[in-house]
């Protein structure tokens, strides 16, 4: 099943009519995000046993911690609202961030070829990510995180076809 969630946060995304990543990848953000909270707590605690009392380098390890642990709650359902793709007819069109904006237009001519990937947290939560590379320049690629795998399979098929992944070179 499609997810067909219209952007509602600002009036061009919906008049767009882009889509929106599926919700679970929210989860997945804020699992990666306290994963990070947890490691650097850690380093930095360590760190700080070199040059502090015990005490005093818990304090700041617990410090991190719970600022590391309130932005991993926070940012993941802002980046959320902010992403929205849509296959246009000629084209793929992302856009994405809540403080540095990004938007890219990928070509359908352009598209050289398309990936699905996902990672231990993705299968475990049943999302994916589809990676479009595009010719031009090195390292040109569009990814778009937090699909529900079914649906980033059918969109990886999709954007082949739309790319002319049949035609020979």
Not at 14 to 40: C, E, K, M
Request: with cysteine; glycine share 10%; hydrophobic share 45%.
């Amino acid at each position: 099943m499609e997810h067909e969630m219209m952007m509602t946060e600002s009036p061009s995304a919906t008049s767009q009519g882009l889509r929106r990543l599926d919700p679970r990848v929210v989860r997945l953000w804020r699992a990666g995000g306290f994963l990070n909270t947890i490691f650097a707590s850690l380093a930095i605690g360590v760190v700080c046993l070199a040059g502090m009392e015990f005490k005093h380098a818990l304090l700041v390890a617990g410090a991190v911690f719970v600022i590391g642990s309130t932005l991993a709650l926070t940012i993941p359902r802002v980046r959320y609202r902010y992403w929205g793709y849509q296959v246009r007819e000629g084209d793929l069109f992302v856009r994405k961030g809540a403080l540095w904006r990004s938007t890219s237009i990928s070509p359908h001519a352009r598209i050289q070829h398309v990936d699905t990937r996902t990672g231990p947290l993705e299968r475990w939560i049943g999302l994916a990510r589809v990676v479009v590379y595009t010719a031009g320049t090195a390292g040109a690629q569009t990814t778009l995180p937090g699909l529900a795998a079914e649906d980033a399979e059918a969109l990886r098929d999709r954007l082949a076809a739309l790319g002319g992944a049949e035609d020979a070179v």
